[in-house]
Every structure is written in C-alpha cells, then in structure tokens.
DNA sequence: CCATGTTTGGAATGAACATTCCACGTTGAC
DNA sequence: GTCAACGTGGAATGTTCATTCCAAACATGG
C-alpha cells in the first residue's frame, strides 16, 4: 500500500513526524523509527541490507517504513539522513583548514585569532561533557537559598566573578565581591554567616589567599561551591560542590570562553530558581 | 593497472597523499583530485556515476584515481569521505536534543545550562565569521606600536578589559585599565598622547561614559581601536578600527564568551607582534 | 472459535551500480 | 617519422542493491 500524504520535506519534520506518530506503528516499524533516531548516520551512511541487519529487521520492513510516511521507497527517505549531514556546519578544524590553503601566507595575527576561536569551541564541548548537571543542580539550590552571595576570586578569575557581580546587580542578588581593593577582603568575608554562600573561583597557579579565605569559610560552616581547574586543587577539599573547567589554551594562554558560560549559566540559574521561590 | 602501495588510513592521510602527488598526476585524475578535495560531501554521498558527472569525468576514471591511491576500487575510497563525515562531532542542537529525549525531564538549571553553552558555542561560531583579518591584523599593528595601551570599559564589558589588563601584566605590555575607581578615569586619560592607543569596549545599552572618553581620545589624536555590538554604536564613529562581535543571548543573558576569545587573540597578538620588534 | 484485515519474513525481480576491458588518442624518445 | 608507453572514453559485465510480491503469522471484532 502506498501512501497518499506527502513525505517530510527535511530531517526535522520527519523527526517530528516520528515522535507524532510512533505510538500508532506497528511493532517492526516502531522498531525501525527508534533506531533510524538513534543512529541518524547508520541510515545516511548504510545501504538497506546492512541498516536492516543491524535494526534487526527485514530490508523490506525499511521500505515500508519510508512509505508510511510517504516516501516513495527507502531511498527518498535515506535523502534526509544524508541531506542532514551534509548541511550540518562542518567541524571547525575544517573550515580553519580552508581558510588557510585559501589564504596561503597568513598573517600571524590572524593564526593566533584562528587559534582562540578554536580553542573556544573546545573548552565549551568539554565544558557540556565535564558538568554533571545534578551536581549543577544542587549548586543552584544550595546559592539560591543564600541571603548573600561571597564571590571568591583573584587575578585570572576575578574578570569572571565581576562579570557575575554585574549580573547579580540586574537581577537583584545579594552578593558580596570579594578581592578588589587589598586589605578589606577578610573584614567583609567576616560578616558572612552560615545563612550565606560562598562561590570561589581559582585556576592554577591558584591564588593562595582564595583557597585560605575558601578555607575559613568553609570552617566557619558557610557552603562554599567552587570553580577550578584540577581536582587537585585546593579548593575541591573544602568545597560542598565544586566543578572542573578545563579551559583549551592557545600557546599557553587560555581565554575564559567557557568559563564565562558556566558563570552565567549558575547565576542565572540561581536568579530563576529566586523567583520560582 | 593495480597499485602495490597500501590505501591511506583515513581522510587525513589521503589529503596529504593527494596534496603530495597532485603534481605527478595525469590530466584527468588532477581533474579528480581537486574535485574530491574541494567537495568531500559530494563524494561521500554520491554514486561514481553522479560524482563523475559533476567533476565531468568518466565513472572508470574515479576507479583509476583510487586505484592510483591504493585503494582496490572506487568504493575504497568512498569509505574514507563517509567515515570523515561520520567522525566529524555532530553539531551542538543535535548532542542537546539527544540529551533532551534521554533525560525526559531535565532541570531547569540544566536547561539554562545548555542554552549558555549553545550560545558560547554560536557565538564563537559568528566571531570567526564576522572579524576580518586584515582589520584585526591592522589593529595589531597600532596598538603594538603604542606606548601605553588605555582600556575603556564600563559594566558589562569591564570584565573583558580587567581580563585584558591581567594578560598585559603578564606580557609585560605597558596598559592603563580606565573604569575602575570614580572620578579619576578622566585624569588618567588627559595623560596620553598621540603615541598612545585606546582600546575601547562597549555594549549597547551603550555607557554613555565609554563613548565620551573615546571620543576625547580621537579628538586628542590618539588612534582608538574598539569592541562593540552594533554598527551604530557610538564608539564605531571615532574609532581608527572597530570590531561588531555579538554575542548570541539565551534568555536574554549574554555570555562573555565570544568577546573574550576576541580579547584574548588581541592581547596575545600584540604582545607577539612587539616581542618580534 | 471463526472470519477478516493487518503485519511480517523471505524469496523473486529488475534496476542501478562499480568495475573491467578494449580500442583509440596523445605524448615523448629515438 | 615511427614506435612504444601511457592516458582516456565508453561500452560490456557481473554484482549488489532497493523494491515488490506472496504466503504465513498475527491480531481484532463478532
């Protein structure tokens, strides 16, 4: 039987169509749409023999399955997995790539831009892979239910706690910089009561006075949720939550790409997770 | 005739075999080389007879052209442009929908989580895209060449120029960072001359500060070098060289993610470009 | 428990495919 | 100018492929 409706126009509206209907398929069909979407690339890649093989189908329940929704046969449906590769972006290595066999002689410059940019994208796919997002989660809870908010950070980190300083002041957030001026950091970290929280940022080669304050507060029964770059570092010990970013770095110099996310990911966090009460 | 050498491992390795024979090749399977590298998608996907079309070749002249590469037949050689496409990440939407549909209900800390990455992600995507080499390279140059390097920025982009002015420390770069202490912004800047450079950040809402101060430095003769969002920014008038990053938003927040990557390329090229005189 | 419609597995079919083969052209050496 | 070696185009070939078809198994409603 062939259908009358008009197939998906692109790899979207066939997902989509799927997850509508596949409650009404039947068993082999429901089988072949849960594999088509989880390995997209086996249908784009595969011929109908090898993609049955491995769904543990007949080739032939593939045809069907493409006529159901409206595909002439499984080639026209395999058009879309394959379109659907084709127009994704391609990898950043790549296009770099052609940049530079088009471009011939760049210039220095231009490399070490060439080289941030991808370092960038790096740090943030490792960023995704490195947060577990309970132990986000918890952060978020543990920061929303602060009366003030202690940001910890010195020198490489501290663009990143006045970023969320910033962020904080728009969404009316109590909190407390620490490590601007010299001096008067301890006096203020010395009013912080146990009904607060601190966040402490530091990176290797860490800050030694942020591990030490990290350190009294902690003592002194105040949560402190941290941001690092090593499980070696000393505020992992004294932190209830901490996290390991690990920035990619261009000759030796790291920008704090995904870094920057993350800050604004939990500060927004914590700013809706207020307002839900 | 049957090549004896044995076929490139991967896509990589082939790139470089053709690269480094394309000299030695005949006519037609030139032809062919310069074809598969300039459209790997196509031989990836398509038939040798649909491919010889395109690259106005015979089918049996693809068969030559891998067999000239090793490889037993055509089809050898497909496999590598299929697994390049296979191994390439996939994009971000994709890696997060299929996190969605695993994790049926996800946090909404999560959420936020993966919307800022995604953003870091496009952001640094459109950087690359929207800053032009020459210009950047330019900007090098002139700020290379200053004296004292006077970084404006207020609010949200003053964690960029604090980052910035912590690179510069270590590089060794004269700097002066404008913005940090009331009132004596003014004085600090009535200080440099001509020799000097000014590199100014801003965002819309634009602070109004930042574009006064830059504007002072132009009319002084001092070569302002700028970072903002828009084309109608304030600071693109006066400025010797300017740069439209934006950042991609989620939710309305924006991360630092681009720009900072930006900022860094800057800081690290400049000090390169004086370390090499 | 039967009748009817639907789904499924597997063989049959014909089209599309990569590959091979051979005759013709072209190039370069002697 | 002739010959040999190499490169090239296009038809021939045998294989692989998607598709179709049909009979058997399975559900569904009376």
Known sequence: MVEKMQPPGDFDALRAAILERK???PKRLTQVAAYALDHPDEIAFGTAASIAESAEVQPSTLVRFAQHFGFEGFSGLQLLFRARLRERTSSYE????TLEQNGAALAESTTIFNGFAAAAHRSVD??????????FERSVTLLANAETIYLIAKRRSYPISSYMAYAFGKLKVRYQLVGTAAGIDDDMLAMATPRDAAFAISF????SESATQ???????GIPVVSLTDSAFSPLAECSREWFEVVE???AGFRSLSASMAFAMALTVSIAEKRRRG
């Not at 490792?126 to 132990?135: F, I, M």
């Not at 290797?204 to 800050?207: L, Q």
Request: charged fraction near 30%; avoid cysteine.
């Open 214 to 220: 990290a350190r009294a507060m902690a003592a002194r």
């Open 126 to 135: 490792a960023l995704t892979a490195a947060v577990d997002p309970d132990a």
């Open 248 to 250: 990619a770095d261009h």
């Open 94 to 97: 790549d296009r770099l790539r």
């Open 23 to 25: 409650g009404e398929l």
């Open 204 to 207: 290797s080669p860490y800050a």
